[in-house]
């Protein structure tokens, strides 16, 4: 698979990222892919990103199990953004979710917890 | 509705927003929200960004009338990027379509459009 031409990367050289859950339509995360990442992602299926703050390429799930089957990529108007719709091993939060949106914003900036939890991250993450 | 506190704004003072028809749960477009955006989003229950190209505020919608009413607003782990459930008037996509992500990436980088194009783009932004 070949990158398509024509991708508007950032001023870091990065493309924006959605993944979603194939089946039931779930926002799992937000990140984002340089080249080599889309790239990776492309060849192997496993979803493949950037990371910002250690500034290295990152295989999702590489330490946690948590892997991303990619089922499909689609891209937007604009080719600065990828839509990834996934199969999900555990979950994709760090903080132990299926989904990294797991707060919902209510009235007056409170923050209300709905999200399922699926692992420990103190488990999954010990050194 | 206040901002909930420990928003983390990029360096340009914007976070990332994903927008999601409340129904079907189609991804439909990708923005960016100033503080002053989401302030409004979440006063006014309709989805405002700021165009980084035009480098202002933007009630999306406010030429074409495809306006996007507020279901539900969900913040991520990091606190920079909100995932927010809609009723989408008309199309999100400014080429016509329902979603900006109407393009499917198929094999050597072919592109396939695959999306419900719902409107005349000649016609609904003529001058």
């Not at 492309?42 to 990371?51: A, K, N, P, Q, W």
């Not at 199969?87 to 999200?115: K, M, N, P, T």
Request: net charge neutral; proline share 2%.
């Amino acid at each position: 698979m070949k990158i398509p031409e024509g991708m508007k990367y950032d001023e870091h050289g990065l493309l924006t990222a959605v993944v979603q859950d194939h089946i039931t339509g779930e926002v799992l995360m937000l990140a984002f892919m340089n080249a080599e990442a889309l790239r990776l992602t492309l060849e192997t299926r496993i979803v493949h990103y950037f990371s910002r703050s250690r500034q290295k390429l990152w295989k999702k799930g590489e330490s946690s199990g948590h892997v991303q089957h990619v089922k499909e990529i689609r891209l937007d108007c604009d080719q600065d953004a990828v839509l990834i719709k996934i199969d999900q091993v555990g979950g994709a939060c760090h903080d132990g979710y299926r989904s990294c949106f797991y707060r919902v914003i209510e009235g007056e900036g409170v923050l209300r917890v709905d999200g399922l939890k699926v692992f420990d991250p103190k488990q999954t993450y010990k050194s």
